[in-house]
Protein backbone atom coordinates (compact mmCIF):
# COMPACT_ATOMS: atom_id res chain seq x y z
CA UNK A 1 0.00 0.00 0.00
CA UNK A 2 1.23 3.62 -0.43
CA UNK A 3 2.23 5.34 2.11
CA UNK A 4 1.60 9.39 2.63
CA UNK A 5 5.13 9.69 2.28
CA UNK A 6 5.67 7.53 -1.02
CA UNK A 7 2.08 9.40 -2.77
CA UNK A 8 3.42 12.89 -1.95
CA UNK A 9 6.95 11.96 -3.84
CA UNK A 10 5.06 10.49 -6.43
CA UNK A 11 3.14 14.12 -6.60
CA UNK A 12 6.43 16.13 -6.39
CA UNK A 13 7.85 13.90 -9.31
CA UNK A 14 4.73 14.02 -11.45
CA UNK A 15 5.09 17.92 -11.22
CA UNK A 16 8.53 17.83 -11.98
CA UNK A 17 8.24 16.04 -14.89
CA UNK A 18 4.80 18.26 -16.18
CA UNK A 19 7.13 21.68 -15.48
CA UNK A 20 10.10 19.98 -17.29
CA UNK A 21 7.80 18.99 -20.17
CA UNK A 22 6.16 22.60 -20.00
CA UNK A 23 9.48 24.25 -20.27
CA UNK A 24 10.26 22.03 -23.02
CA UNK A 25 7.03 23.11 -24.99
CA UNK A 26 7.66 26.77 -23.32
CA UNK A 27 11.58 26.58 -25.33
CA UNK A 28 10.07 24.66 -28.52
CA UNK A 29 7.09 27.56 -29.27
CA UNK A 30 9.56 30.52 -27.98
CA UNK A 31 12.01 29.09 -30.78
CA UNK A 32 9.09 28.69 -33.12
CA UNK A 33 8.19 32.04 -32.88
CA UNK A 34 11.76 34.17 -32.55
CA UNK A 35 12.77 31.69 -35.84
CA UNK A 36 10.27 34.24 -37.50
CA UNK A 37 12.57 37.21 -37.37
CA UNK A 38 15.48 37.98 -39.73
CA UNK A 39 17.96 40.64 -40.42
CA UNK A 40 19.04 42.13 -43.07
CA UNK A 41 21.77 40.42 -44.63
CA UNK A 42 23.86 43.97 -45.85
CA UNK A 43 23.39 46.81 -43.72
CA UNK A 44 21.78 49.79 -45.72
CA UNK A 45 21.00 53.06 -44.56
CA UNK A 46 17.62 52.13 -43.75
CA UNK A 47 17.50 49.95 -40.04
CA UNK A 48 14.81 46.92 -40.17
CA UNK A 49 13.78 44.15 -39.29
CA UNK A 50 12.05 41.42 -41.02
CA UNK A 51 9.24 38.89 -39.88
CA UNK A 52 8.20 35.94 -41.91
CA UNK A 53 4.46 35.52 -42.23
CA UNK A 54 3.04 32.23 -44.19
CA UNK A 55 6.07 32.14 -47.03
CA UNK A 56 6.12 36.04 -47.08
CA UNK A 57 8.57 38.56 -45.97
CA UNK A 58 7.50 41.31 -43.54
CA UNK A 59 9.88 44.30 -43.25
CA UNK A 60 9.89 46.29 -40.41
CA UNK A 61 11.81 49.55 -40.65
CA UNK A 62 12.75 51.08 -37.09
CA UNK A 63 13.30 54.31 -35.95
CA UNK A 64 14.94 53.41 -32.13
CA UNK A 65 14.47 57.05 -30.69
CA UNK A 66 10.72 56.36 -29.44
CA UNK A 67 9.23 53.31 -27.55
CA UNK A 68 6.64 52.38 -30.56
CA UNK A 69 9.75 51.52 -33.01
CA UNK A 70 11.28 48.45 -32.22
CA UNK A 71 9.91 45.05 -33.29
CA UNK A 72 9.09 44.00 -29.81
CA UNK A 73 8.26 39.80 -28.83
CA UNK A 74 5.03 40.05 -27.56
CA UNK A 75 3.90 41.18 -31.09
CA UNK A 76 5.65 38.10 -32.49
CA UNK A 77 3.94 36.05 -30.22
CA UNK A 78 0.38 37.45 -30.74
CA UNK A 79 1.59 37.29 -35.03
CA UNK A 80 1.98 33.82 -34.06
CA UNK A 81 -1.19 32.85 -32.74
CA UNK A 82 -3.13 34.23 -35.18
CA UNK A 83 -1.16 32.91 -37.57
CA UNK A 84 -1.76 29.32 -36.57
CA UNK A 85 -5.25 29.37 -34.71
CA UNK A 86 -6.74 31.08 -38.09
CA UNK A 87 -9.39 29.03 -38.20
CA UNK A 88 -10.42 29.23 -34.77
CA UNK A 89 -9.48 32.65 -34.51
CA UNK A 90 -10.64 33.82 -37.80
CA UNK A 91 -10.30 37.41 -38.79
CA UNK A 92 -11.33 37.44 -42.62
CA UNK A 93 -13.90 40.45 -42.89
CA UNK A 94 -13.30 40.84 -38.84
CA UNK A 95 -13.75 44.70 -37.62
CA UNK A 96 -9.95 44.86 -35.90
CA UNK A 97 -8.72 47.24 -33.83
CA UNK A 98 -5.01 47.41 -32.40
CA UNK A 99 -3.89 49.50 -29.73
CA UNK A 100 -0.31 50.66 -29.24
CA UNK A 101 0.51 49.41 -32.43
CA UNK A 102 4.03 50.69 -32.45
CA UNK A 103 5.73 49.46 -35.88
CA UNK A 104 2.88 47.45 -37.35
CA UNK A 105 3.70 44.16 -37.21
CA UNK A 106 0.46 42.56 -35.42
CA UNK A 107 -1.82 45.20 -37.88
CA UNK A 108 0.25 43.84 -41.03
CA UNK A 109 -0.51 39.90 -40.36
CA UNK A 110 -4.31 40.66 -39.41
CA UNK A 111 -4.97 42.54 -42.45
CA UNK A 112 -3.05 39.89 -43.88
CA UNK A 113 -5.16 37.25 -42.51
CA UNK A 114 -8.26 39.90 -43.94
CA UNK A 115 -9.28 41.72 -41.21
CA UNK A 116 -10.37 44.98 -41.34
CA UNK A 117 -7.72 46.80 -39.12
CA UNK A 118 -7.87 50.26 -37.34
CA UNK A 119 -4.41 50.71 -36.28
CA UNK A 120 -3.65 53.08 -33.41
CA UNK A 121 -0.90 54.96 -31.46
CA UNK A 122 0.34 58.33 -30.38
CA UNK A 123 0.74 60.63 -32.59
CA UNK A 124 4.15 60.66 -32.81
CA UNK A 125 4.69 57.06 -33.81
CA UNK A 126 2.00 57.55 -36.36
CA UNK A 127 4.24 58.17 -39.32
CA UNK A 128 6.52 54.76 -39.18
CA UNK A 129 3.88 52.81 -38.76
CA UNK A 130 1.30 53.97 -41.65
CA UNK A 131 5.03 53.84 -43.92
CA UNK A 132 5.33 50.16 -42.67
CA UNK A 133 1.58 49.31 -42.63
CA UNK A 134 1.36 50.99 -46.67
CA UNK A 135 4.43 49.11 -47.54
CA UNK A 136 3.85 45.71 -46.20
CA UNK A 137 0.33 45.70 -47.22
CA UNK A 138 -0.30 47.28 -50.49
CA UNK A 139 -1.14 45.06 -53.44
CA UNK A 140 -1.08 41.96 -50.60
CA UNK A 141 -3.97 42.83 -48.64
CA UNK A 142 -7.93 42.51 -49.48
CA UNK A 143 -8.31 45.98 -46.69
CA UNK A 144 -5.73 48.99 -46.63
CA UNK A 145 -5.98 49.49 -42.74
CA UNK A 146 -6.52 52.67 -41.19
CA UNK A 147 -3.67 53.87 -38.87
CA UNK A 148 -4.98 56.57 -37.04
CA UNK A 149 -4.05 58.44 -33.20
CA UNK A 150 -5.81 56.66 -30.06
CA UNK A 151 -4.27 58.39 -27.15
CA UNK A 152 -5.21 55.87 -24.38
CA UNK A 153 -8.26 57.66 -22.62
CA UNK A 154 -8.69 61.07 -24.60
CA UNK A 155 -11.65 61.53 -26.33
CA UNK A 156 -12.43 58.10 -27.19
CA UNK A 157 -16.12 58.21 -27.40
CA UNK A 158 -16.19 61.14 -29.76
CA UNK A 159 -13.44 59.17 -32.26
CA UNK A 160 -14.70 56.09 -31.95
CA UNK A 161 -18.80 56.12 -31.44
CA UNK A 162 -19.98 52.93 -30.56
CA UNK A 163 -22.72 52.87 -33.04
CA UNK A 164 -20.54 52.97 -35.65
CA UNK A 165 -17.27 51.19 -34.34
CA UNK A 166 -18.05 47.86 -33.28
CA UNK A 167 -14.63 45.94 -33.44
CA UNK A 168 -14.71 42.22 -33.46
CA UNK A 169 -11.47 42.19 -32.07
CA UNK A 170 -9.02 43.98 -30.33
CA UNK A 171 -5.45 43.70 -30.45
CA UNK A 172 -2.39 44.95 -28.13
CA UNK A 173 1.21 43.48 -27.38
CA UNK A 174 3.20 44.32 -24.88
CA UNK A 175 0.95 47.64 -24.29
CA UNK A 176 1.73 46.96 -20.21
CA UNK A 177 4.88 48.78 -18.60
CA UNK A 178 5.71 51.00 -16.34
CA UNK A 179 4.14 54.36 -18.38
CA UNK A 180 1.61 56.52 -16.60
CA UNK A 181 -1.25 55.65 -18.48
CA UNK A 182 -2.46 52.34 -17.37
CA UNK A 183 -6.25 53.34 -15.96
CA UNK A 184 -6.43 55.03 -19.28
CA UNK A 185 -5.32 51.98 -20.75
CA UNK A 186 -7.94 49.61 -18.55
CA UNK A 187 -10.69 52.45 -19.68
CA UNK A 188 -9.63 52.19 -23.41
CA UNK A 189 -10.45 48.69 -23.06
CA UNK A 190 -13.32 48.71 -21.22
CA UNK A 191 -14.91 51.44 -23.84
CA UNK A 192 -14.16 49.37 -26.86
CA UNK A 193 -15.13 45.83 -25.89
CA UNK A 194 -18.66 45.43 -26.55
CA UNK A 195 -20.11 42.31 -25.94
CA UNK A 196 -19.10 40.37 -29.09
CA UNK A 197 -15.58 41.88 -28.98
CA UNK A 198 -13.07 39.56 -27.82
CA UNK A 199 -9.55 40.95 -26.51
CA UNK A 200 -6.34 39.08 -27.84
CA UNK A 201 -3.31 40.76 -25.35
CA UNK A 202 0.46 39.26 -25.33
CA UNK A 203 1.81 40.82 -21.84
CA UNK A 204 5.32 41.29 -20.97
CA UNK A 205 5.91 40.42 -18.03
CA UNK A 206 8.58 42.86 -16.32
CA UNK A 207 8.58 44.31 -12.80
CA UNK A 208 5.70 45.41 -10.70
CA UNK A 209 3.56 47.23 -10.20
CA UNK A 210 2.37 47.39 -13.66
CA UNK A 211 1.92 43.13 -13.15
CA UNK A 212 -1.35 44.13 -10.99
CA UNK A 213 -2.74 45.29 -14.02
CA UNK A 214 -3.77 41.74 -15.04
CA UNK A 215 -5.63 41.63 -11.51
CA UNK A 216 -7.62 44.45 -12.16
CA UNK A 217 -8.19 44.02 -15.94
CA UNK A 218 -10.11 40.54 -14.20
CA UNK A 219 -12.19 42.00 -11.77
CA UNK A 220 -13.45 43.31 -15.67
CA UNK A 221 -13.04 41.05 -18.20
CA UNK A 222 -13.16 36.93 -18.08
CA UNK A 223 -9.65 36.03 -19.13
CA UNK A 224 -8.33 33.08 -20.56
CA UNK A 225 -4.49 32.41 -20.66
CA UNK A 226 -3.67 31.22 -24.50
CA UNK A 227 0.19 30.89 -24.28
CA UNK A 228 2.30 30.96 -21.11
CA UNK A 229 6.03 31.38 -22.31
CA UNK A 230 8.62 32.21 -19.43
CA UNK A 231 11.13 31.90 -21.55
CA UNK A 232 10.29 35.47 -23.10
CA UNK A 233 8.01 36.38 -20.06
CA UNK A 234 5.36 36.46 -22.02
CA UNK A 235 1.87 35.66 -21.53
CA UNK A 236 -1.29 35.72 -24.32
CA UNK A 237 -4.61 36.03 -23.10
CA UNK A 238 -7.97 36.43 -24.68
CA UNK A 239 -10.29 38.10 -22.55
CA UNK A 240 -14.24 39.35 -22.92
CA UNK A 241 -16.14 41.19 -20.82
CA UNK A 242 -17.68 40.74 -17.92
CA UNK A 243 -21.47 42.48 -18.28
CA UNK A 244 -24.20 41.89 -15.81
CA UNK A 245 -25.01 38.15 -15.94
CA UNK A 246 -23.80 37.58 -19.33
CA UNK A 247 -21.12 35.18 -19.00
CA UNK A 248 -21.57 34.19 -22.71
CA UNK A 249 -18.18 33.39 -24.26
CA UNK A 250 -18.26 35.73 -27.92
CA UNK A 251 -16.54 32.98 -29.72
CA UNK A 252 -19.47 30.96 -28.89
CA UNK A 253 -22.25 33.99 -29.80
C1 LIG B 1 6.36 48.50 -26.04
S1 LIG B 1 5.59 49.29 -27.38
C2 LIG B 1 4.78 47.95 -28.20
C3 LIG B 1 4.54 48.24 -29.64
C4 LIG B 1 3.85 47.12 -30.43
N1 LIG B 1 2.55 46.79 -29.89
C5 LIG B 1 4.71 45.90 -30.48
O1 LIG B 1 4.49 44.98 -29.70
O2 LIG B 1 5.63 45.89 -31.32
C6 LIG B 1 4.22 50.14 -26.59
C7 LIG B 1 3.35 50.95 -27.53
O3 LIG B 1 2.33 51.62 -26.77
C8 LIG B 1 2.22 52.96 -27.25
N2 LIG B 1 1.69 53.83 -26.18
C9 LIG B 1 2.30 54.15 -25.00
N3 LIG B 1 1.53 54.99 -24.29
C10 LIG B 1 0.42 55.22 -25.03
C11 LIG B 1 -0.75 56.03 -24.83
N4 LIG B 1 -0.91 56.76 -23.72
N5 LIG B 1 -1.70 56.04 -25.79
C12 LIG B 1 -1.53 55.28 -26.92
N6 LIG B 1 -0.45 54.51 -27.17
C13 LIG B 1 0.52 54.48 -26.23
C14 LIG B 1 3.64 53.33 -27.62
O4 LIG B 1 3.69 54.44 -28.50
C15 LIG B 1 4.12 52.05 -28.24
O5 LIG B 1 3.86 51.97 -29.62
Redesign the pocket.
Same mark, same amino acid.
Given at each position: METGHQKATGDSKAKQEDAKAGGAADTELAEAIMSRRFHPSVIGPETWEGYVFSDLEIRIKESTD???AI??P? *?MVLCHFLETNRDAFSLAEKNVIE?? *???G??TIVSSMLGAKVTST #??PD?LGNLQYNVTRNTKNRCKYIPLVTE???GQQVPQRFPRATHRFDYILA *? #??V?G?P?LD?LMDTFDYLCQDHTQILWAMRFRLDPENSFVDRFRQRFHLEELYDLPSLSIKLYRAWRRAGDRTADPAEL
Open positions: LYGLWS *ALG *AGTLV #DLVLIW *A #DVYHHE
